[in-house]
Every structure is written in C-alpha cells, then in structure tokens.
C-alpha cells in the first residue's frame, strides 16, 4: 500500500471579521481548492466576556454546495429558511446541504452572550456535483453525544460522515464523503486508507502533526500527493480535521455565497434570491 506524502503546506491567513478570531487556510495563496472542499474559517479559539454581541452571522443565502461546522468550544444557533433550528453546543456539528437555495442563520444564542465563555469553530465548505446543485436543502444537527467516536491507540477519531475502523458517521454524505476531525496524544499515530483516487483534506488546528515526513504545525493546511493511505503522527497534543472525497471533474465558479459551473448560473443564483424564491430565515432567540 503506497502512503500519501505532504507535497505543500499553507498557513491559515488571518482575517478577523470584527471581533471574531479568523483564520483562512483555504482558498489562500497557492490553494484555491483541495478538491471538493472549497473553503474553510477556523474562527477562534477566543473567549467572549459577558454581554458579548455574539457571532455576526445573520441571514444570508447559499446555492450550490454543503457547510458543515464543527462546533470546538461554545455554542452556535442554527435558523434557516426551510424551517429548521437547533442550538448546538460543544462537540456537535451542523451539516446543511444549500442545493437550489437556502437562507440561514448562525449567531450565539442568548445564554452565550449574557455570559460569554469560550468559543472555537470550524465552518468548512463541501462542493456538489451539477447534478446535485438544485437539489432540495436539508440540515442536520447533531449535539456532541451524537457524533460516533473510534478510539486507536492515543487517537480519537469524531465520524461526522463516512466510515472508519467499524464506526459508521453521524450524517450520510450525498456524495461520499468521509469527513471528522480526531485527537490525538503526542507520540500517538492513526491511519487512514483507502484513499486511492480521493481529494484528501487536512488541517491541522490544534498542535503539530508529523505527516509523511514534513511537520505540520498549527493553523497549517497540508496538501498530499497520490497514495492509498496516510499516517498521521503527534508531535504534541493536536486535533486535526481530516476528509477524503471524491474529485469533481467540473469548473468551479464561486461568488459570495453561490458556488456553481458557470457564470450564467451564478447570475442566476443572484436573481432567484433577489426575487424571494430562498425564502427567509428568521435568528432566534434562544
């Protein structure tokens, strides 16, 4: 079995949005894309003080693709136009599949900013095939004990979707992806295989990892070349996140919140929403 080796590594830019702790590995300068995955903000790790203003994430609209939030440390509170909500809090995810059209919300429920408290977050962005771009949206929320975890020898893998070791992911992926983020203890290895032919994402976002012989320190996306498996080894405590897709051999075309094949369609997108047919997400309260 060949192993994955690392072929380039990306810092995550700093681009705080107001008061919140942002960091941008990807798109960035010398990655647009890994693959299926588009985008990710590492927001955090911070702590906000009582009678904070919360996170900034009022409504806004989506086409085209998946988000999904790793919720680290605080809570988030979910609203969209679809007619779901959730607060989640830390541990849990949100998978929210755009598809034709979606207006949501994310913002720190009230509890969070009367009191403040620790916050971390991780929204990363999951491209869909043409075929599945209009397809209807969805979301699933799911708290911290819902999330199916493996343990390997200093290693915590959390199975958001996809499979590994016998452990089957919280959310079935449209398009098979395998996505989770793991901890592991310094010293400690985990493998992943089957990757023959998969775009493989990993973001290092808590301590360093040695992967395929180049360190990966903190904040740094690493990207891998052809292989069947990668070994991931901690050089200290660390928590990465780690997923593997299929590639989407179509052209990508993102602005702003659309993500599509062309620019026709993004033109489209714009339209469709401006004409009301997102719907509205209202931000609650709780």
Known sequence: MTSRTVTSIHPAN????????????????GVENVGAFLFLNHHGPQTYPPNNRGLPFGPHPHRGFETVTLILEGELAHTDSAGHESIIRAGGIQWMTAGRGIVHAEVSPAGFKRDGGPMEIL????????????????????QA??????ESEGATVHLVSGE???????????????LGWVAVQSGASVTFDELRGRDVFLYVARGELHVGGRQVPQFHLAQLGEGESVTVTATEPAL????????????????????????????????????????????IAG
């Open 14 to 29: 700093r681009d705080d949005i107001g008061d919140l702790v942002t960091r941008r590995p990807v798109p960035g300068p």
């Open 123 to 142: 929204q990363l962005r999951v491209n869909l095939p043409a075929r599945l771009k209009m397809t209807a949206p969805r979301y699933v929320g799911v």
């Open 145 to 150: 004990e819902g999330i199916p975890t493996v």
């Open 164 to 178: 590994w070791q016998g452990g089957k992911g919280a959310v079935e992926s449209l398009t098979g992806v395998f």
């Open 240 to 283: 990465f996140v780690f997923g593997h897709a299929d590639p989407i051999a179509e052209p990508i075309v993102a602005h702003g919140p659309f993500v599509m094949n062309s620019v026709e369609e993004i033109r489209q997108a714009f339209a469709d929403y401006q004409a009301g047919t997102f719907g509205v997400a209202e931000i």
